[in-house]
């Protein structure tokens, strides 16, 4: 008989633990990175990270990954705010204009690895590539900058961080970010496109041949990625103030390693939603953390490194008991 998991020994409620024991030893350790300009600072970063990394959990479920949505995030960003600032466009225009890229790279995706059958790896890599380059001729290769907070058409800043009378900054993108992780939940665990997902990335020959059309849930998987990565692109023109062209290489592994460390299975057929939120929050927590303790960009990136490292064994382990019982 097969034991029943419990929800303590969850790589999700771990992975939690591990959130609340880093942001503990870091505050214990600096004075400053207890200041609540900090704690905004975390959340700024980590909003288009957790959109990222919600849309990739859908195609790594399947098995695949999709590497185009960090520079696909500043492409869109690029041509959004291009059609703001130089051709006056409403914001609104804009915005749709952000969205529908994304949908567009998401369906290219899609198409090429479930239709055409390629490489998810090579076709997302090609695509990464191609985005990264229409970035730069939107911008002509320089950086542009969505209208400010207070300024004509800066409303849209106020979606994830609004300033009261006091000047006090209140992160109600944390709000958002929760309650599209409950409905991307929901999506995954109680629909067909969500079981569909989740079949292909266990079986997709059975599950072809138990009359599921395979090839259109997986092409759905790339484009909930790509609209996902649009509205990171949003999130992240809402917070800084400038977009590079040529940036966003990297975004893009910080969104899977979250996913990975959140409990998605790097073979496919296994993850959630709210475990890639909290596997985002580990890495944002070690970005932001570790600077404090004097440890720079190098062993950030080594540390950060080994914890996925980790979350792969762990994987690996929960598979091979699996099969064993």
Known sequence: MKKKSSIFTSQKFIVLLVVIVLFGFFSIISQN???????????DYSYYIVLMSIGVTF?????????????????????????????????????????????????????L?????????????????????????????FGISWPAAGADGGW????????????????????????????????????????YTIAIGSNKEATRLSGVNVKFYHVMAYVISGFFAALAAVAYSAVFATVQPGTGAGFELEAIGGAIIGGVSATGGAGSVEGSLIGVFVICLLKTGLPYIGLQA???????????????????IKKKRAEVH
């Open 33 to 43: 990175f207890r200041q609540y300009s900090t704690i905004m600072s975390i959340l």
């Open 59 to 111: 195609p790594l479920i399947t098995g695949g990954v999709d590497l185009s949505i960090g520079t696909g995030l500043i492409c869109y960003s690029l041509a959004g705010g291009y059609l703001i600032t130089q051709k006056g466009m409403p914001v609104a225009v804009g915005l749709l204009v952000t969205i529908l890229l994304g949908i567009l790279i998401g369906l290219l995706n899609g198409v």
């Open 113 to 141: 690895v479930a239709i055409m059958d390629l490489p998810p790896f090579l076709t997302t890599l090609c695509t990464c590539m191609i985005t990264r380059g229409l970035g730069s001729i939107f911008s002509k290769g």
């Open 156 to 195: 849209f800043r106020s979606i994830f961080k609004i300033t009261t009378a006091g000047g006090t900054k209140i992160p109600i993108g944390f709000l958002w970010m929760l309650i599209i992780v409950a409905i991307m939940a929901f999506v995954l665990n109680h629909t067909k496109m969500g079981r």
């Open 298 to 316: 190098n062993w950030q990136q080594i540390i950060t490194g080994l914890v996925l490292i980790g979350a792969v064994m762990v994987d690996i």
